[in-house]
């Protein structure tokens, strides 16, 4: 399992190792180019000056010093080391130092001299110094004022002359610097790998917060929050989406709760009256006329009972998606009839004036049975709600290829409040309704098989008495053709 916590740590080390490793070797390049220059300053110095005291003097060039004024070039100590050659290789002159030895030919101006790292004779690190130039001659050094000006000098008449000495003033305080550099950066990687894991593990201190406050969530408990105000600002839209998750799942389990309580509450009415039917006719097993009223009542009562588990395995299978629809060219106007024929005696009983103009409705594409469905509990529903010597209206209108169906009917007791709750499973605006042979479910089944047949069922009060149900159908391509 990948964990934040060591990929920030990780990678908080890994950007700052190149920056230690980067500010250290730039830190050392300085100081070693410094001293390097400063070296090498030295040296031109002394090349210079030695350069001074090389003359030409009747042909010959010879360095104008004796060897005993030079004790830095002796054999004692540390000792420096120069070289005098003339154009052709052959040596004028060289430090004591050097006992035999030659140092290697190479050579910058006097303005540029060339610089290099070498071995010196004793094999120890050492720094050299070439320059060429051209020696003055005794008249030029003033020696004799009479004398007559010299000649132009040529590349034949120079002089190469190297100087080396030891490294150790440039190698040894790089070499501490070098080490403390290293002890500084082992125990800087050190303290930063300590301060990073406290850090990362402090800034995902509130990421642990959460989970503990989730783990002690469970269906018992659903009305707890997640606190947004004292949060990071990164896991407050985190915070935000878990509390209305938790609000999704505290209404579903609401709803859940609700809905096994009434349906349990729905079948336990007609089971009772069930038992009460069955102990009259045992405890009056002669009287073959009350024995007929019990059976039908029984009847009844089993019919009704068979379209409330009906309608609870039909919102079930919505639910769990196991409902699926079958597509086929259907009659619309002939689905509203067959839908109507049952409901045509109740609507008469309570003396409603209907009118079902679907004639041109014609042929549209869903599934027969599923439709056929939601018109028998929308019409059962408008028979059931209109007050006595209401009005029924079902309408077929063509909109933009699309069949829409109009059912409503007069009512006298919804408000526009009313509507977001019509396709709760058992909600009732008047308990008293409570006392009908409808348990509540006939809009929540509408709702499921709508979705399931991809329409939206819209509820609407045009009016202030007038409730009215809009179902869009999509027009079959054969229907639409003959059309």
Request: glycine share 8%; aromatic share 4%.
């Amino acid at each position: 399992m990948r964990s934040i916590r060591r990929r920030l740590t990780l990678g908080l080390l890994a950007t700052l190792l190149p920056l230690l490793a980067t500010g250290g070797a730039g830190l050392y390049l300085y100081v070693r180019r410094a001293l390097l220059q400063q070296l090498d300053s030295t040296l031109a110095d002394k090349a210079r000056v030695l350069a001074s005291l090389v003359v030409r003097s009747e042909g010959r060039v010879e360095l104008d010093v004796d060897g005993e004024d030079l004790p830095e070039f002796g054999r004692d100590g540390d000792p420096e080391f120069f070289q005098i050659s003339l154009q052709d290789g052959s040596t004028i002159a060289r430090s004591r130092s050097l006992e035999g030895g030659a140092l290697p030919l190479r050579a910058g101006s006097l303005a540029a001299p060339d610089f290099w790292d070498l071995s010196l004779p004793e094999g120890r690190a050492g720094r050299g110094v070439g320059v060429r130039f051209v020696p003055k001659t005794e008249e030029e050094d003033g020696s004799n004022p009479q004398a007559p000006a010299p000649r132009a000098a040529s590349l034949a008449d120079s002089v190469l002359l190297v100087l080396a000495q030891d490294r150790s003033s440039v190698d040894h305080p790089l070499s501490i610097l070098l080490t403390a550099l290293l002890v500084v950066g082992a125990l800087a990687l050190g303290a930063a790998s300590l301060a990073v894991t406290r850090i990362v593990g402090r800034g995902l201190s509130p990421l642990a917060q959460v989970a503990n406050l989730a783990a002690g969530i469970d269906a018992s408990s659903l009305g707890r929050r997640f606190p947004e105000a004292d949060v990071p600002a990164e896991l407050a839209p985190i915070c935000a989406r878990l509390n209305e998750l938790l609000t999704r799942l505290e209404h579903a389990f609401e709803r859940e709760r609700r809905f096994t309580a009434d349906a349990a509450h729905e079948l336990r009415t007609p089971i009772a009256e069930l038992r009460a039917l069955a102990e009259v006719a045992l405890r009056f097993p002669g009287d073959g006329e009350a024995t007929a009223r019990s059976l039908r009542d029984a009847l009844d009562i089993a019919r009704q009972m068979e379209r409330l588990v009906a309608a609870l395995l039909g919102l079930a299978r919505c639910d769990a998606g196991r409902q699926l629809a079958v597509l086929e060219t259907v009659d619309l106007g002939g689905l509203v009839r067959e839908a109507w024929r049952d409901l045509d005696g109740t609507a008469r009983a309570r003396d409603l004036s209907v009118v079902l103009d679907v004639e041109g409705a014609g042929k549209v594409e869903t599934d027969r049975a599923l439709a056929g469905a939601i018109l028998s509990n929308l019409l059962s529903n408008a028979v059931e709600h209109a007050p006595p010597g209401g009005r029924v209206e079902c309408r077929a209108n063509d909109e933009n290829g699309t069949v829409v169906l109009s059912l409503g009917n007069t009512h006298d007791s919804l408000r526009p409040s009313d509507l977001p709750h019509l396709f709760e499973p058992f909600w009732r605006k008047d308990p008293a309704r409570g006392r009908s042979s409808h348990a509540g479910l006939g809009l929540a089944v509408v709702a499921a098989f709508s979705r399931v047949l991809g329409i939206r069922v819209s509820p609407e009060l045009p009016e202030p008495n007038w409730f009215r149900v809009r179902i869009p159908f999509p027009r079959s391509a054969r229907g639409a053709a003959k059309g």
